[in-house]
């Protein structure tokens, strides 16, 4: 129970049993309107292990109590659990202390704090805010809202036709005005893989604060933050094995101690009078309220548990399976995948359409098979315009997923293709 990572192992693929690997995930072992479960969601939302569903139990039956206000034993476990799993994530990540890692409920809210918080305090009339045309809601609408409020302007890096960022007119782009570039490590709808350090590098040389939406990039790349370069990273607990409710921003120290707070209440103060208050020091002045400990704790145990396999073993693994995919899914007739061609270029998401097929009813009958995918637009409208359609089907790997799970969507189309032919 939230105990403390040793340094995250990066393993090596000679290690890895995908089998066993999928035997410690109760969920995928049922059946789905007759036929084995092929989860291939998880950039939705992953499965997890039972090492995390474990550790949640354990903690309710054995340990549940407020954190930090107790002294009483319960309140201590809790307290040590809690703050155990921020020290993994900050190793996880490289950060240079815990203190720079903030719990919050996932991404999204990961990437309000910095737009509210560092936004409101430093954006002024004039302002501009620079993201991308790939990005995910959570990275769009913040920083629409900080820009109306402020009066500052929101720019675009444009895609080209393979869904990659078009970095050329970057210099033309970022501009004495630009104080925040927002861009995603990975993104969902596609699984373009975004050269952060190039768009760090460019964005600091003009003076601008860079935050990076690693919602999917904390799950298929290893990260080191102090590497990136960027000044906040923010990632999601329940697409990498955690629950969902709990998330983290990692911000620069420096930054952090500037920033006013996001919210206010209870665990956050330092005094509080009549008329003001002082702030708790970081990371507990973004953290207001009761958070979510069971959640923090599951974390922990979840990259405890993508430690023991190593990421590095992962990552191969997922390349391997999405190599296999697309050379499968290649071939069938009328089938349109988006994103970039080069598999160095991309991870375990493939985006696509199959004919004049509806992704709902893609997916319909996918489901129908015990396929599971993802249909819609997810998240990312100005990608589906892009490319002038409302959305694609999606299927995403994982961990867990093997082959034959690659086979049942295959053979899955082939059904959507005879339904529609
Ligand atoms: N950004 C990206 C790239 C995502 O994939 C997601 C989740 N789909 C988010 C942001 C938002 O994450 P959450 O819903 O966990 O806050």
Same mark, same amino acid.
């Given at each position: 129970?939230?105990?403390?990572?040793?340094?995250?192992?990066?393993?090596?693929?000679?290690?890895?049993?995908?089998?066993?690997?999928?035997?410690?995930?109760?969920?995928?072992?049922?059946?789905?309107?007759?036929?084995?479960?092929?989860?291939?969601?998880?950039?939705?939302?992953?499965?997890?292990?039972?090492?995390?569903?474990?550790?949640?139990?354990?903690?309710?039956?054995?340990?549940?109590?407020?954190?930090?206000?107790?002294?009483?034993?319960?309140?201590?476990?809790?307290?040590?659990?809690?703050?155990?799993?921020?020290?993994?994530?900050?190793?996880?990540?490289?950060?240079?202390?815990?203190?720079?890692?903030?719990?919050? $409920?996932?991404?999204?809210? *990961?990437?309000?704090? @910095?737009?509210? &918080?560092? %936004?409101?305090? /430093?954006?002024? +009339?004039?302002?501009?805010?620079?993201?991308?045309?790939?990005?995910?809601?959570?990275?769009?609408?913040?920083?629409?809202?900080?820009?109306?409020?402020?009066?500052?302007?929101?720019?675009?890096?444009?895609?080209?036709?393979?869904?990659?960022?078009?970095?050329?007119?970057?210099?033309?782009?970022?501009?004495? $005005?630009?104080?925040?570039? *927002?861009?995603?490590? @990975?993104?969902? &709808?596609? %699984?373009?893989? /975004?050269?952060? +350090?190039?768009?760090?590098?460019?964005?600091?040389?003009?003076?601008?604060?860079?935050?990076?939406?690693?919602?999917?990039?904390?799950?298929?790349?290893?990260?080191?933050?102090?590497?990136?370069?960027?000044?906040?990273?923010?990632?999601?607990?329940?697409?990498?094995?955690?629950?969902?409710?709990?998330?983290?921003?990692?911000?620069?120290?420096?930054?952090?101690?500037?920033?006013?707070?996001?919210?206010?209440?209870?665990?956050?103060?330092?005094?509080?009078?009549?008329?003001?208050?002082?702030?708790?020091?970081?990371?507990?002045?973004?953290?207001?309220?009761?958070?979510?400990?069971?959640?923090?704790?599951?974390?922990?145990?979840?990259?405890?548990?993508?430690?023991?396999?190593?990421?590095?073993?992962?990552?191969?693994?997922?390349?391997?399976?999405?190599?296999?995919?697309?050379?499968?899914?290649?071939?069938?007739?009328?089938?349109?995948?988006?994103?970039?061609?080069?598999?160095?270029?991309?991870?375990?998401?493939?985006?696509?359409?199959?004919?004049?097929?509806?992704?709902?009813?893609?997916?319909?009958?996918?489901?129908?098979?015990?396929?599971?995918?993802?249909?819609?637009?997810?998240?990312?409208?100005?990608?589906?315009?892009?490319?002038?359609?409302?959305?694609?089907?999606?299927?995403?790997?994982?961990?867990?997923?093997?082959?034959?799970?690659?086979?049942?969507?295959?053979?899955?189309?082939?059904?959507?293709?005879?339904?529609?032919?």
């Amino acid at each position: 129970m939230g105990t403390i990572s040793a340094e995250p192992r990066r393993g090596s693929r000679a290690g890895f049993d995908v089998e066993r690997v999928r035997g410690q995930f109760p969920a995928l072992a049922q059946s789905i309107n007759g036929q084995p479960l092929a989860y291939l969601d998880s950039a939705a939302t992953s499965q997890k292990p039972r090492a995390v569903l474990d550790a949640l139990s354990a903690y309710y039956e054995h340990d549940n109590a407020n954190v930090h206000r107790g002294i009483h034993e319960l309140s201590r476990r809790a307290t040590i659990a809690f703050e155990d799993a921020r020290g993994t994530v900050a190793r996880w990540v490289n950060a240079a202390e815990p203190a720079e890692v903030i719990w919050t $409920r996932g991404t999204t809210e *990961a990437l309000n704090l @910095v737009a509210m &918080a560092w %936004g409101l305090d /430093n954006v002024e +009339e004039g302002d501009e805010i620079l993201i991308s045309v790939l990005e995910h809601h959570s990275n769009i609408v913040p920083w629409q809202l900080l820009a109306q409020r402020r009066r500052a302007k929101l720019r675009y890096i444009e895609i080209d036709e393979q869904g990659r960022l078009v970095l050329d007119d970057l210099s033309r782009l970022l501009t004495e $005005r630009t104080k925040i570039v *927002a861009i995603s490590h @990975v993104s969902n &709808a596609l %699984g373009t893989i /975004n050269p952060i +350090e190039r768009v760090v590098d460019a964005a600091h040389d003009a003076g601008a604060v860079v935050v990076v939406d690693g919602a999917q990039g904390a799950v298929h790349t290893p990260v080191d933050v102090q590497a990136l370069g960027a000044d906040f990273y923010a990632f999601s607990g329940h697409k990498m094995c955690a629950p969902t409710g709990i998330g983290v921003l990692w911000g620069r120290r420096d930054l952090l101690e500037a920033m006013s707070p996001y919210q206010g209440g209870g665990e956050m103060i330092s005094v509080v009078e009549r008329e003001q208050s002082t702030w708790a020091a970081i990371p507990h002045k973004f953290e207001a309220g009761t958070p979510n400990i069971a959640g923090a704790i599951g974390m922990g145990v979840a990259i405890d548990f993508l430690a023991e396999i190593g990421m590095e073993a992962i990552v191969e693994h997922e390349q391997d399976l999405l190599s296999y995919a697309l050379e499968r899914l290649r071939p069938i007739p009328d089938i349109r995948i988006f994103g970039p061609d080069s598999l160095s270029e991309r991870s375990a998401v493939v985006s696509f359409t199959l004919g004049d097929a509806h992704p709902h009813d893609i997916s319909t009958i996918l489901d129908s098979a015990g396929v599971a995918v993802r249909a819609g637009h997810h998240c990312a409208q100005l990608v589906m315009k892009h490319f002038g359609v409302s959305s694609t089907a999606r299927a995403s790997f994982y961990l867990y997923n093997n082959r034959d799970d690659v086979d049942r969507l295959v053979a899955g189309l082939a059904q959507v293709s005879a339904i529609f032919a």
